[in-house]
């Protein structure tokens, strides 16, 4: 059975699925088994809500209190645990023991308390100096008349530059930021709302530590990317996609192909032994309703 799949729109963590592990974007976007986010992409996904609940309440001219802002990342953490344990039930049958023990290890409480001091953190030191205009804005950039480029820039405030917002658990080294390829998918997408591309762009991270959180930023004037560079990029992964090229580029001891990290391993190793026929035979559409 062959599988060709065209797709009519992508966004940037797709494209970096794919750059990141081919197998896994088979496995997550074609053949539709969603693994639920670790723990730790839990915490900064409820983070990344708190800030943009933060900075809707700031353009409305509401000062959110820093208790207010903790609460509101409490209350979504603790939502988004409760879907990550109902999903986690059903996607147990694909980890390993390896997989779930990683997971079982990280507390939830833990993620609540840096959550809470990162929140702290970034008010004091970041939001108080940004005026927000556009907070959580979507984008879509014609890649042709049948396929776009679709996304969300965190936010853009009042001078015109855009913020990128991450949360990590290790400290990033000097950032190549002139060369981030989703700060020039911002730029195109900044182009295609605006007509115009933002007067500069901020990455922040948000660094979570075993005494706190610090924040590290990573300014930028301008990307480095051309239009037509970033545009032949993303055409040229969705041309390995539409060709069914899955592979592994990973070397055999990488830590990514672990049965203690990736939580794909069981069916990258079915996938292997039996191949792609048989794997696409025996998942596809199966699992794309329980999704
Ligand atoms: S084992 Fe490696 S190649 Fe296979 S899905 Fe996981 S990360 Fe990708």
Redesign the pocket.
């Known amino acids: 059975m062959e599988l060709r799949y065209k797709p009519q729109k992508v966004s940037f963590s797709q494209l970096m699925t794919y750059v ?5 974007y088979l ?1 997550r976007y074609i053949l539709g088994i969603k693994i639920p986010p670790r723990k730790n992409i839990i915490r900064g996904l409820a983070f990344h809500e708190a800030v943009a609940f933060l900075f809707q309440e700031k353009k409305q001219g509401r000062a959110m209190s820093l208790k207010d802002l903790q609460d509101f990342y409490q209350f979504t953490l603790e939502m988004a645990f409760e879907d990550y344990q109902t999903r986690m039930e059903a996607s147990k049958i694909f980890l390993t023991k390896e997989y779930l023990k990683r997971e079982k290890e990280i507390k939830i409480e833990d993620l609540l308390v840096s959550g809470v001091k990162g929140l702290q953190v970034y008010q004091d030191r970041i939001a108080k100096k940004i005026t927000p205009k556009f907070i959580e804005q979507n984008f879509k950039v014609p890649l042709d008349k049948n396929l776009a480029i679709l996304g969300k820039i965190d936010l853009i405030d009042k001078k015109g530059i855009v913020y990128e917002i991450k949360t990590s658990t290790r400290r990033p080294a000097n950032q190549q930021v002139s060369l981030d390829l989703q700060l020039a998918i911002y730029n195109l997408g900044s182009k295609a709302i605006f007509g115009t591309e933002p007067k500069g762009f901020t990455k922040d991270f948000i660094v979570f530590t075993k005494k706190g959180a610090e924040i590290r930023r990573f300014p930028l004037k301008e990307s480095s990317f051309r239009e037509e560079d970033v545009k032949y990029f993303v055409l040229t992964i969705l041309k390995a996609i539409e060709n069914n090229i899955w ?4 070397p055999a001891e ?1 830590w ?3 049965k203690e ?5 069981m ?3 079915e ?1 292997r032994e039996k191949g792609l026929d048989y794997i696409i035979e025996k998942y596809t559409e199966k699992f794309q309703q329980i999704c």
């Open positions: 990141r592990c081919p197998e896994h496995f592979y592994c580029l990973h990488s990514i192909c672990s990290w990736c939580g794909y391993w069916l990258h190793k996938l």
